[in-house]
């Protein structure tokens, strides 16, 4: 059973695609929610229109927005964009402007309201991957910030954060124009391995209940890692369950092996100035998915049983655009 005490939330980077999940999930729950970011324009009037506040900033850097924003909340979720810089100095800014003002929950996207400076703190930190604790540094560019954040905060700070594994995206995957997963115009799924490994994804609105879920249990001040998901599916699950909800075919085109992935991945950081990896980085994911770097099992969706998963078709029904 759930704590039902209705929270004051701040959601920093509230205007993302993560950041608005939550804000409605948040607001669906009975919780009131402030909004810390560059331009509130960029939000709905659903969500907007019923906002405690929102605190502009001009960017990580802005520690008087950040002074401002966590000041008197029960709860905070870091929704920032997930890039280097972002994920270790402007997250452990906003812990440090948590520390200061007493915040009593921080979710690396979420900050809790004011308390005294000995109170346990919520902080749901930036997160929403697959389980970046299994691998060593050097793994992978960007989970490497993720695992550096979390070992500095551990050895730096009395906050425990709130961790939440969930596997892959499901609107970035098929929404990125990095890796090109999809082609919308042919209906083709591009993968590599054989085709039948299992992925492990969530939808950012099943995220999104299962964050908002975590910051308002009873032990969310003891932080921890939170491992989820909507489903398990492979490339020709995907194709198949495409075909499925739309009545269209969908086809699928092998790209190489696991072996051929391991060498363009090694070819591209030889090549390629590392403050560039982004250019590569999808190569990476593919490697250590197919290899089960990260693999984990979904244990808190039955903690979380409030939550109702959405499934592949489900998703495919909801999202015409695709």
């Known amino acids: 059973m759930q704590d039902t005490k209705k929270m ?19 607001l669906k729950a009975g919780h009131a929610v402030r909004g810390l970011g560059r331009n509130p324009d960029r939000l709905d009037e659903s969500i907007a229109g019923k906002l405690e506040g929102f605190q502009k900033a001009t960017g990580i850097y802005d520690l008087n927005a950040l002074d401002l924003a966590v000041q008197g ?3 905070v979720v870091c929704a920032y964009t997930p890039e280097t810089e972002v994920i270790m100095e402007g997250q452990l800014l906003l812990l440090r402007a948590a520390q200061r003002h007493g915040v009593k929950v921080y979710d690396p996207c979420l900050l809790c309201k004011s308390a005294s400076s000995n ?59 990095r890796d090109n997963f999809f082609d919308r115009e042919t209906k083709t799924v591009s993968y ?8 492990i994804y969530s939808t950012v609105d099943d995220l999104a209940a299962y ?44 790209l190489g092996s696991v072996e051929d992935v391991d060498k363009l991945l090694e070819e591209s950081r030889r090549t390629t100035d590392p403050t560039e990896y982004t250019k590569y980085i999808g ?40």
């Open 8 to 26: 004051l939330i701040l959601i920093t980077g509230i205007t993302g695609m993560v950041g608005k999940a939550c804000a409605s999930a948040a």
């Open 211 to 254: 964050t908002i879920a975590a910051v308002a249990a009873p032990n969310a001040t003891e932080g921890g890692v939170v491992r989820v998901q909507s489903f398990r599916a492979s490339p020709f699950d995907i194709a198949a369950a495409y075909e499925n909800a739309r009545g269209t075919k969908a086809s699928t085109h092998c």
């Open 73 to 75: 909340v029960d709860a």
């Open 119 to 177: 109170m346990l703190q919520i902080f749901h930190a930036n997160s929403w991957n697959y389980d970046w604790t299994k691998q060593k540094l050097g793994d992978h560019e960007l989970y490497d910030e993720y695992v550096s954040f979390m070992n500095h905060v551990r050895l730096s700070s009395s906050i425990k954060p709130i961790y939440m594994f969930t596997g892959a995206i499901m609107e970035w995957v098929f929404c990125s124009p």
């Open 192 to 199: 590599f391995g054989k085709g039948d490994e299992k992925w």
């Open 283 to 322: 190569l990476g994911y593919v490697l250590h998915t197919l290899k089960g770097t990260w693999e984990y099992e979904a244990v808190d969706c039955e903690r979380f049983k409030e939550v109702k998963q959405t499934s592949l078709r489900q998703w495919f029904k909801e999202h015409p655009e695709i």
